[in-house]
């Protein structure tokens, strides 16, 4: 969504925060050992100085947002958190080799919007966090429980479903954004999932899962 920075989520939180809302019981603990692993590894890069943090305030800001703006960013970060959480699971753990460089496309995508999210807010003086909300846990406990062509057909039938959810609803809020950077970087994404949905779809109808049932929505 949004110009991105070098450093990619923060993994030691990442890792907590997952490991938090996902237990031992959900998935089995050398799984979760694996994904942890691969979290700390996420970044090509080690944080510099002046990268943007998913914690902290800056007050400074280039202009008051109103409230469903502020809402908008902090869902924002919340659904790139997760989306990249998901597709760093299927890159290990999927079964097909073109469902797995979508996956990975998908990380670096989450990662970069996830950034600009991040830079975003603190520019305009406000915070956002690393959250897993209830419904993007059970997904997660849904989908990472499957294997093999199970797991692929899930991982894709969840990506479609999401992204339309979510081009619908930014374009819906769209409509009463007045602060001319959130509406730049809600534009930008809507383009961006557009394009990722019709990969998506691409993929599903080639595996010949677009017309089963969906999983929860994240």
Known sequence: ?????????????????????????????AV?????????????????????????????????????????????????FAEFVLAKW??????????????DRMVNRSRDCLNG???????KGITVSQQITPQDRELMRKVMALKGSELNAAYLEAVIDRHRLRIATLRRQSQSIQDRDVKSCVRDRMQTLASDLDDALTLGNRLGTVARSRPPRM
């Open 32 to 80: 979760l050992l694996l994904l942890a692993v691969a979290l700390v590894a996420c970044s090509d890069q080690s944080p510099s100085a002046s990268a943007p943090q998913l914690q902290g305030k800056i007050s400074n800001g280039s202009g008051k947002l109103s409230d469903s703006e502020e809402q908008l960013l902090r869902r924002a970060a919340e659904s790139e």
């Open 1 to 29: 969504m949004m110009g991105s920075v070098s450093a990619g989520p923060n993994p030691s939180t990442m890792r907590n925060v997952f490991l938090k809302h996902l237990p031992a019981s959900v998935v089995p603990v």
């Open 117 to 123: 999210v991040v830079k975003l807010s603190h520019e």
């Open 90 to 103: 299927m890159v290990l753990k999927g079964s097909d080799q073109q469902v797995q460089q979508y996956a």
